[in-house]
């Protein structure tokens, strides 16, 4: 039998010649320590939202690049059904799992809010974070609860407004109040083709026609959440209402509440314009191509006041049941703060998305965007920095905006007058608000400023 030590007999840790691979061995059990304990390190964020084919590749492009640089986190897009999303996060909150981080539309956040689903990011988020964003976008992400106090509950991404679409070809500058807009249209409108041209097709919904209520001097509460509907906000909003009457019985325009007939004269190049959303872009960029022409919805010339359309945010919030330790909650901060960056900001606007941060310039020589596009993004956030923030609490959702819906309807069909519509309009109000005010469950808050009507 060899003795110990003998070339081809066993390994000899005294041997000279072994040493080397014994410290060769050593280091691979170190390398391989170090990568287990870097991969348990791991933090992997799940994320929800409901951005469909071909938006959802934006997302996935940024959450891609983001994770090929922050190698100890992993972000893990999900997409899921859009009418659906906030009733299943519900119930996988309410089970302790789901996302954590969904992308919401900011109107649905109050809801969630106020029922511990989402994590407030008062103490997690410095103003800094959040200062060079557009306004209006952040006031979306907040919500005032029941007790008075009002919290950010997520970091607004991208944005959605209206403005006023037109064909350049037939429209050489766009108007710049509503009365040569009506003009304009009627002038356009040829009445002698079957089926008819029209110069203005628009859409008479609250969401489309509600930023022209303040513009005609009209008001639901004021700045200290009273309802005055019915008194000081009578006079304005009884004009608004006659406006909206008189565009729906013109014959030379083409103004209804079904939005399909709207979109369907617009889709046949029937119409030479339009009011519609930011992100309904593209569908006119296929429609008219070069001769797009996009720009600030028109003020009132009587009141000399600009509308105040809606703005509606999608933003960016955490799960509270599932985000309870502060490294996860960091990291998932951090993910937010990289979707607000820059380059990602810019990577949404060349997409014909709507960056909510002000210091993107979409004119910059470095945008790649279509011309159509950059102009566009202009137009919208001025339009956007003069908007209001679409409300998001439940009072607002649910009893607010239901009252002004019936009101609006009640004149366009003829079945109220303008004046006989407000008044039952105040009156349901105060009935339903003030039996919320008596509510022993308390969960509904008063109206205040928050309303934002």
């Known amino acids: 039998m060899p003795e110990t030590g003998e070339e081809g007999s066993d390994f000899c840790p005294r ?3 072994c040493l080397p691979g014994l410290f060769l061995l050593f280091l691979l059990l170190l390398l391989a320590a170090c990568g287990f304990s870097s991969a348990s390190q791991q933090t992997t964020l799940v994320f929800w939202h409901a951005w469909p084919s071909p938006d959802h590749h934006i997302l996935a492009h940024l959450i891609d690049r983001y994770n090929q640089t922050h190698p100890t986190t992993q ?44 994590l407030p990011l008062d103490h997690l988020v410095a103003p800094e974070d959040y200062a060079a964003l557009l306004p209006t976008a952040v006031q979306g992400a907040q919500v005032t609860l029941p007790d008075g106090t009002t919290h950010l509950y997520g970091i607004p991404l991208t944005f959605d ?82 406006w909206l009457a008189t565009l729906r019985q013109d014959r030379h325009i083409l103004a209804v509440s079904d939005s399909i007939t709207v979109d369907s004269a617009l889709k046949a190049r029937q119409a030479m314009m339009t009011i519609d959303w930011s992100h309904a872009l593209p569908v006119y960029q296929a429609l008219w191509d070069d001769a797009l022409g996009v720009a600030p919805l028109p003020q009132v010339r009587a009141t000399g006041q600009s509308p105040r359309p809606y703005v509606q945010s999608y933003v960016l919030s955490l799960n509270a049941r599932v985000l309870e ?60 920095q003069q908007g209001q923030a679409m409300p998001d609490t439940r009072t607002a959702n649910a009893i607010v905006r239901d009252e002004l819906e019936k009101m609006q309807l009640a004149v366009l069909r003829g079945l109220a007058t303008p004046s006989d519509a407000v008044t039952h309009a105040e009156q349901a109000l105060r009935d339903r608000l003030g039996h919320l005010e008596r509510s022993p469950q308390g969960n509904m808050a008063e109206p205040g400023p928050e309303m934002r009507y």
């Open 75 to 118: 972000v893990i897009p999900q997409a899921m059904s859009l009418a659906s999303l906030t009733r299943e996060l519900r119930a996988a909150a309410l089970a302790g799992s789901g996302p954590h981080l969904v992308l919401l539309h900011n109107h649905t956040i109050g809801a969630l809010a106020q029922g511990e689903f989402l």
């Open 161 to 242: 407004t209206l403005a006023l679409y037109y064909h350049k070809g037939q429209v050489r500058s766009p108007p710049e109040d509503v009365e040569t807009l009506l003009q304009v249209a009627r002038d356009l409108t040829s009445e002698t083709f079957q089926p008819p041209g029209w110069g203005l097709a628009c859409t008479l919904s609250l969401d489309k026609t509600i930023g022209y209520l303040p513009a005609f001097g009209g008001q639901v509460f004021d700045s200290q959440g009273n309802l005055v509907l019915g008194t000081t906000g009578r006079p304005g909003t009884e004009r608004w209402l006659r």
């Open 15 to 17: 041997c000279p010649r």
């Open 325 to 384: 330790n502060r490294a996860e909650q960091d990291a998932a901060l951090d993910f937010v703060r990289y979707l607000v960056s820059e380059d990602a900001q810019e990577v949404l606007l060349e997409a014909g998305k709507q960056p909510v941060l002000l210091t993107i310039h979409p004119d910059s020589p470095t945008t790649s965007a279509p011309a159509t596009t950059i102009a566009a993004a202009l137009v919208f956030r001025l339009q956007a």
